[in-house]
């Protein structure tokens, strides 16, 4: 019986794991067709344009890439760029340098205070304040048009520091006691002993702040007025709804890539960082959102 029962339960998840696997392939097929699409809408020349559609293949040998020409070389695409560039670099250093350490008060048991402080993590958490107020103290601090105003508001992300706080608590205790116990303070403790242990969410916490710092698009229409400041997000949404290109490109009559083409390529450069990035930290990334997320 007890043989019986264990080729059954083998058989459940074997069918389990198929249908898994197969709902996996599935969202996997669903996510790279409209990324094809777009990326071989940004290389298909003027000369082999189909007014009324665009396929899902075009011969590599056909590709054309003066879209991405015209886009690189003008300098609105490249100024819009850096600032991304810059607005996700400093906003991950901002986030992670006062995420890292608060988590970590957080997750010591002897902090005193330490449930006053955890309650006014959460009602921020569970009630959000609204625009208006974070507007008029955006506002009032002076940042509009500035990097500041985008960074700042979204300094800590309450779920990340729950996330990292959590990691930080399933840490051997032991080694934390042995630490303090040789003489070393709580900062000691958190950059020698803490720190090197905790690669995987660091990256993980990392990974989702540069996300969404590259993503940003509602604050940055919000409080950056001016053309110059904002990042790609506000100009591919501009190009996306623009009805002369001269602006964005050098486009005229005589143009080798389509409006078309140019539009998509403008979103798959946009897209591009971030999909680089996420192989080389995808081996961290499971681990620590799983050991962040379930506390031992």
Sequence with gaps: MATKARIIKRGDDTIFQILVNTFLVLLLIAVLIPLWKVLIMSVTPLNFLDVKAYGLWLDPWKWSFEAYKQLLSHPSFTRAASNSGIITIGGVIVNMLLTVPFAYALSVEKLPGRKFFITMVMIPFLFNAGLIPVYLVVNKLGLIDSWW?????????????????????????????????????????????????????????????????????????????????????????????????????????????????????????????????????????TKGTLLGGVKS
Excluded: C
């Excluded at 001016?226 to 996306?240: G, M, S, V, Y």
């Excluded at 623009?242 to 005589?254: C, G, I, L, T």
């Design 149 to 285: 105003a985008v960074i700042l508001p979204g300094g800590i992300n309450i779920y990340n520091l729950l996330v990292m706080k959590s990691f930080f608590e399933g840490l051997p205790e032991e080694l934390k006691e042995a630490a303090r116990l040789d003489g070393a303070n709580e900062i000691q403790v958190l950059w020698t002993v803490i720190l090197p242990l905790s690669k995987p969410i660091l990256l993980t916490i990392g990974l989702f702040y540069a996300v969404a710092h590259w993503n940003e698009f509602f604050n940055a229409i919000l409080y950056l007025n001016d053309a110059k400041l904002q990042p790609l997000t506000i100009l591919l949404r501009n190009i996306l709804l623009a009805a002369n290109m001269n602006e964005y490109v050098e486009y005229d009559a005589f143009s080798s890539a389509s409006v078309q083409s140019i539009k998509s390529a403008s979103v798959f450069l946009t897209m591009l960082p971030m999909v680089a990035i996420y192989p080389w930290i995808q081996k961290y990334f």
